[in-house]
């Protein structure tokens, strides 16, 4: 694959909603968007742990293991379904917590099917002369996106929103990460 190909092909993966994309816009809406740096190395640790082993194990290995990759979509649904409950419950009722820390990030970025997508099919192997200017890319853009997703929570709070303005974005968030949540049981259910 062509490097601009490649690119633009990491940028328009990385940009479609998906649960680690609404948790950076939710914390920007929470804490603005230095909260949202501070979440960024998380971003990255969780891709680099499921990245990592994917490109060095590599898609031969695991067609073996077709199972492990529908039970990863399951759990990553399961951790889905979780998030989208903390954001949907308000804050003051017993037992929610809607803050977006770094460990939900981790996590939901470890457990992000675009995570796969990444290992598998973008990212080059490790041997490939191509593998570490793609690798940096890859990062980069990364950041890039977690930061305009972030801004894009900073700006839904613009303009005297307050506390209804975040519930709602907490709300929308909530429902799209239940519908990925179906959309990953499904896909393992039916691959």
Known sequence: MHFTAFMFSVLALLLAPGPTNTLMGVAGAQQGIRKVARLLPAELLGYLTTVLPLIYLGTAVLAQWSIAIATLKIVAAIWVITLAIKLWIPSGSAGANADVTRRRVYLTTTLNPKALIFGLVLLPPLNEPSFFSRFL???ILVVI??????????????????NLRLRFVQRLASAWLGIVAVGLILNAMHP
């Open 137 to 139: 890319t890859f990062n």
């Open 145 to 162: 996106v977690a930061l305009i997703w972030g801004l894009g929570g900073v700006l839904s709070q613009m303009k005297g929103g307050g």
